[in-house]
T-cell receptor
Framework: GEDVEQSLFLSVREGDSSVINCTYT??????LYWYKQEPGAGLQLLTY?????DMKQDQRLTVLLNKKDKHLSLRIADTQTGDSAIYFC??????????FGTGTKLQVIP | KAGVTQTPRYLIKTRGQQVTLSCSPI?????VSWYQQTPGQGLQFLFE???????NKGNFPGRFSGRQFSNSRSEMNVSTLELGDSALYLC???????????FGPGTRLTVL
């Protein structure tokens, strides 16, 4: 079945860039997503990328997709304390069955 | 536009009972998906409904069921609750295709 892997934890200093990585196994993935979850809250969609793209930029967020290696990354520029949260990578091949990674907890040190 | 709403937000039940959770999607969204989130298993897909039809189902036992009404509101039912069913249950809605899913705040279910 589909599998999505992420590292569990990342710590960065405020103002630095954060890079969160993700690998997936499903070669038929159509959409790949990044979600943010703050304590006690649901998931917030940050951005998504189609599988036929290799990069997408949205303000401080940059998503890079290496389809050959099935590797997705999220770069957050000028990381702020408000960016502290758990970040989930997810993929789907269709019909809303979305497979999520384990989540990466981002800690921003002031 | 109002976001996805889930009721109740918190629920405490005992083993053997059943529970029904409700989700109201964003107005105009016809697809509703349900997920279970636990510390051990992470986020797992339960099922997805579109226009009152279940289109996809995850690997959960038959105790977990759902339905969708003509106004796109959805309910999820868990019968014969077990301790391991304690989790955050998240609902997400989208227009139709598998692009942007918007999540509700979740229902925190505790089974004692």
């Amino acid at each position: 079945g589909e599998d999505v892997e992420q590292s569990l934890f990342l710590s960065v200093r405020e103002g630095d860039s954060s890079v969160i990585n993700c690998t997936y196994t499903d070669s038929s993935s159509t959409y790949l997503y990044w979600y943010k979850q703050e304590p006690g809250a649901g998931l917030q969609l940050l951005t998504y990328i189609f599988s036929n793209m290799d990069m997408k930029q949205d303000q401080r967020l940059t998503v890079l997709l290496n389809k050959k290696d099935k590797h997705l990354s999220l770069r957050i520029a000028d990381t702020q304390t408000g960016d502290s949260a758990i970040y989930f990578c997810a993929e789907t091949g269709g019909y809303q069955k979305v497979t999520f990674g384990t989540g990466t907890k981002l800690q921003v040190i002031p | 536009k109002a976001g996805v709403t889930q009721t109740p937000r918190y629920l405490i039940k005992t083993r053997g009972q059943q529970v029904t959770l409700s989700c109201s999607p964003i107005s105009g969204h016809r697809s509703v998906s349900w997920y279970q989130q636990t510390p051990g298993q992470g986020l797992q897909f339960l099922f997805e409904y579109f226009s009152e039809t279940q289109r996809n189902k995850g690997n959960f036992p038959g105790r977990f069921s759902g339905r969708q009404f003509s106004n796109s509101r959805s309910e999820m039912n868990v019968s014969t609750l077990e301790l391991g069913d304690s989790a955050l249950y998240l609902c997400a809605s989208s227009l139709a295709a598998a692009n942007e899913q918007f999540f509700g705040p979740g229902t925190r279910l505790t089974v004692l």
